[in-house]
């Protein structure tokens, strides 16, 4: 069974751009998280995802956003970027969405925003 | 509010010591904790978790945890260490606030000398 697919792996974005990032979750998976993890900050929760609906939400601003599509695909989206974005951006698939359901985890992507 | 303490930044242990990394969390009702594991790059592995029933529960890679209530603990531990194990490693309550989300604590690094 194939992981969690994120792509890229690897951005460098310029400061005031977007960027969208991708999370393929693990087949039959319909819940997708999104966790941010800087060296200060650690890995903070931004959001998650089930049946396409939005159900959590961590404390972002507004600059971030998410989607999940029928097929549980997700995507996230971050609008005017500023340098204290830079981070490792990781998404998680789970089966349920419980809170004792384990996650599992993609490589994550690495934007870099300069 | 749910939180979880990772007291040690960064353990170092010789090759074949023991290892113990401590995890305290905070959370209202039952706990559902796990521990993770990451390579550098990489997204994060589960290692073990625990619900419910017996308190010591054994995971991936030879790791051990035990759950104490009384201490709102989950300390981690191998009783000999292999140079692989090198890797940061994390703590986490899974919590379900009008949705579900893992907290995570800010993680121990550890270092395996020869």
């Known amino acids: 069974k194939a992981g969690v697919t994120q792509t890229p792996r690897y951005l460098i974005k310029t400061r005031g751009q977007q960027v969208t990032l991708s999370c393929s979750p693990i087949s039959g998976h319909r819940s997708v998280s999104w966790y941010q993890q800087t060296p200060g900050q650690g890995l903070q929760f931004l959001f998650e995802y089930f049946s396409e609906t939005q159900r959590n939400k961590g404390n972002f601003p507004g600059r971030f956003s998410g989607r999940q599509f029928s097929n549980s695909r997700s995507e996230m989206n971050v609008s005017t970027l500023e340098l204290g974005d830079s981070a490792l951006y990781l998404c998680a698939s789970s089966p349920r969405t419980q809170p004792n359901t384990e996650a599992f985890f993609g490589q994550g992507t690495r934007l870099t925003v300069v | 509010a749910q939180s979880v303490t990772q007291p040690d930044i960064h353990i170092t242990v010789s090759e074949g010591a023991s290892l113990e990394l401590r995890c305290n969390y905070s959370?209202?009702?039952?706990?559902?904790l796990f521990w993770y594991v990451q390579s550098p790059g990489q997204g994060l592995q589960l290692l073990l978790k625990?619900?419910?029933?017996?308190?010591l529960v054994q995971g991936i890679k030879g790791f051990e945890a035990e759950f104490k209530r009384s201490q709102s603990s989950f300390n981690l531990r191998k009783p000999s260490v292999h140079w692989s194990d090198a890797a940061e490693y994390f703590c986490a309550v899974g919590a379900s606030t009008g949705g579900f989300k893992t907290i995570f604590g800010a993680g121990t690094r550890l270092f395996v000398k020869a």
């Open positions: 959370y209202g009702a039952t706990p559902y």
């Open positions: 625990y619900f419910s029933g017996d308190t």
